[in-house]
């Protein structure tokens, strides 16, 4: 069998295969004498017919099902013999044979991209780092959150939460749902202006869109169509309000601290050591952005689209599959971009695992995860010790190593560096149908991001 390989682009290649003329008939022969064994001919008990009988019937229809057997018998050949590593499955372009001729079989195939750094040294990074003060500024905001009170009111005003009864026309017939709504201008479509002043017991028409009323009515089921406007009758049935606390020096108190600025001193000594490890991460993301902006390369776009499509289709509203779609082509194209990018860095860098430096990582992801080190080995006592554990290791390194001589900056708001890509789809080309063989797929990326 001879293997041909052709360059797409960074990320593809066309590989064609041809099968001399011999081996494609005595293959040819083999299925033969296999098929004829369940074949029924007229004259003949079952898998009795002679082969030239079977061959001259039934060649037509059995010749589909041969191509399709030998391009998975042939590929997975011709992977073993040239390493070849490939995403998912192969995307079988042209099966052609004729009696008598040569085999050939074009496949298209998705690989990793192959990466050549332009520069590791002496970095300019931007970053944005987490401040402490931010970090306390939020965390107060969790803690007034947290000690809120729901209030129960007569008469809604902006920002009210309201329980009432809809009842929709305009459908086949009428329906009559319970929901949660509020009162002013925000969230989007879940806010109606009208609830402004209504008391309980208060009744008022209005009009909303279909989509709006499934998701105030948290009922995907109904028989309304997204982006028609409907008459809406709307009976105010409860109203309640958040009520926050005021962040002032009796708002620590309550908290038994002496006033708001030992409050404040005292998370800072909290959270100063989770602040810094934090940075670290930030420090370690940033590095790889920059490398990406440095060094960009191609990605796989058929496997992303893959990959976003098979976790969209997890979720059950179908409206929402598109844009679900986006999110995960996004989300995916940002980790490969890690992995990749990562995966290189450990070819170009070596470096030697020790148990002290396993223990520091340890002790990092410990206080990320705002666990001890014993609670945290725990938790992971399985992964451990596993080479996908020694490669995050070995990821966490080499990046405090190139930290080490990179000039980090915040960058100036009005500026505009390309950061982690947003994949854009390959649906809509003009594609040949893809045919899955063989149904084996090479786990050719790894996920020790």
Known sequence: MQVDFDTINAVSKKITLTIPVEDAEQAWQKYLRKAAKSIEVPGFRKGKAPLSMVERMYSNSLKDNFLKDSVSEYFDQATKEHEINFLL??????????????MIFEIEIEHEPDLEFKQLDNLE??????????EIDTYLEELIE???????????????????????????????????LYAGEEPPRRAIPELVGQKIGDTFSTEMDGASIKLVTQDSSLDLDNDTSYPVSIMVNAISRTQYPELNDDFARDLDYDDMASMREKIAEEMKLSNEHKNLDIENYAIVSKLFVDNQFDLPMKTIDFM???EAK????????????????????????????????????ELDITDEMIEEYITHESILGEHT???????????????????????????????????????????????????????????????????????SSETDV
């Open 89 to 102: 499955y192969p995307d079988v372009k042209e099966m052609k044979w004729e009696k008598g001729s040569e």
């Open 308 to 310: 976003a499509n098979q």
């Open 125 to 134: 990074v931007p970053y944005h780092p987490i401040t402490l003060e931010s």
């Open 314 to 349: 997890q979720h059950s509203i179908p409206e929402y599959q598109q844009y679900l779609q986006y999110q995960f082509r996004v989300q995916i194209s940002q980790e490969l971009v890690s992995l990749y990018i990562l995966k290189n860095l450990r070819k170009v860098i």
């Open 373 to 443: 080190v014993e609670v945290y080995k725990e938790m992971h006592r399985d992964e451990i010790g596993t080479e996908e554990f020694k490669n995050g290791v070995r990821n966490y390194f080499i990046l405090r190593k190139l930290a080490e001589t990179a000039n980090f900056f915040v960058p100036d708001p009005e500026s505009q560096q390309a950061e982690m890509p947003e994949a854009q789809s390959t649906e809509g080309q003009d594609d040949d149908a893809e045919v899955e063989t063989p149904e084996k797929a090479q786990e």
């Open 146 to 180: 947290n000690n809120a009170r729901i209030l129960d009111v007569d008469l809604a005003a902006e920002n009210d939460m309201v329980e009432a009864e809809l009842t929709i026309s305009g459908s086949n017939e009428e329906i009559v749902e319970t929901a949660y």
